[in-house]
């Protein structure tokens, strides 16, 4: 069984940065990828940034060149640098691992950007 866990989240001016973690914990060999999520109010969860187990990448357009994932073994996380904050990306940021058999969902941290 895998459980994932955020941190960082915080409030912050536009053009501003901040840098999310998940922290991962169980059955860590069995995720193939883990995932940055969002959602702001009254709108759906929307892909935010993906890695996976070979650490290849993937970005929503409204992120490509300001927000970087990256993962650390090591500590077993995966960190989202955010940088040149939007107040559009104001929202609740989760994090999701994903095994073959298990879609793991993590509480949420919030982000807050101010104009």
């Known amino acids: 069984q895998v459980q994932v866990v955020e941190s960082g989240g915080g409030l912050v001016q536009a053009g501003g940065s901040l840098r999310l973690s998940c922290a991962a914990s169980g059955s860590i060999f069995r995720i193939n990828t883990v995932g940055w999520y969002r959602q702001a109010p009254g709108k759906q969860r929307e892909l935010v940034a993906t890695?996976?187990?070979?650490?290849?990448?993937n970005y929503a357009d409204s992120v490509k060149g300001r927000f970087t994932i990256s993962r650390d073994n090591a500590k077993n996380t995966v960190n989202l640098q955010m940088n040149s904050l939007k107040p559009e990306d104001t929202a609740v940021y989760y994090c999701?691992?994903?095994?073959?058999?298990?879609?793991?969902w993590g509480q949420g941290t919030q982000v807050t950007v101010s104009s």
């Open positions: 999701n691992a994903r095994t073959v058999v298990a879609n793991v």
């Open positions: 890695i996976t187990s070979g650490s290849n990448t």
